[in-house]
T-cell receptor, first 116, second 111 residues
């Protein structure tokens, strides 16, 4: 399956600052990537679908101006949490759609964001 | 609407005992089904998947699952668990590009 990396793995920032999280597909050209958010002891919540070369599709209730997504190449999507606040603290996970009709998603290792 | 239900939020089991993690799906169309494992502070790792064909699917780490259309289930099983199997397990379904996840089952293996 596809190998997906995320950077950074952990970030701590002050309230009001912006944080960029990178998601890379290392061995697969991904036209579609997904961004999820996971709170402690909970399941994954899809935030948005990142489409290479076009605007991301956001799920209901997710602020697009708050969570900026850029998918500039087939191997890189970035999520920027703008003006982060403590309630944005969470585990952010990206995934790559495997394609080929299998509908399998391959996940990155996640990024732990803590906003002080 | 499509959905996946994991019936048990927590499953404690003794080491070397068998385990079954339950998952039921609801879908009016053909569905692909998956099991993922998540270790603490890590992403999700694909254990196994059912796309079509044989209803008994074997995955990594000795896990297997059986697709049962009549019971709309896709339970995950392992005949003998190890301490290292302690993790969160997610059942997921897909009818297209989008996944829908279950709420997860926390498996704790007791020495």
């Amino acid at each position: 399956g596809a190998v997906v990396s995320q950077h950074p793995s952990r970030v701590i920032c002050k309230s009001g600052t912006s944080v960029k999280i990178e998601c890379r597909s290392l061995d697969f050209q991904a036209t579609t990537m997904f961004w999820y958010r996971q709170f402690p002891k909970q399941s994954l919540m899809l935030m948005a679908t990142s489409n290479e070369g076009s605007k991301a599709t956001y799920e209901q209730g997710v602020e697009k101006d708050k969570f900026l997504i850029n998918h500039a190449s087939l191997t890189l999507s970035t999520l920027t949490v703008t003006s982060a606040h403590p309630e944005d603290s969470s585990f952010y996970i990206c995934s790559v759609h495997g394609g080929g009709g299998t509908d399998t998603q391959y996940f990155g290792p996640g990024t732990r964001l803590t906003v002080l | 609407a499509q959905s996946v239900t994991q019936l048990d939020s927590q499953v404690p089991v003794f080491e070397e005992a068998p385990v079954e993690l339950r998952c039921n799906y609801s879908s009016s169309v053909s569905v692909y089904l998956f099991w993922y494992v998540q270790y603490p502070n890590q992403g999700l790792q694909l254990l196994l998947k059912y796309l079509s064909g044989s209803t008994l699917v074997k995955g990594i780490n000795g896990f297997e699952a059986e697709f049962n259309k009549s019971q709309t289930s896709f339970h995950l099983r392992k005949p003998s668990v190890h301490i290292s199997d302690t993790a969160e397990y997610f059942c997921a379904g897909s009818t297209g590009n989008q996944f829908y996840f279950g709420t997860g089952t926390s498996l704790t293996v007791i020495p």
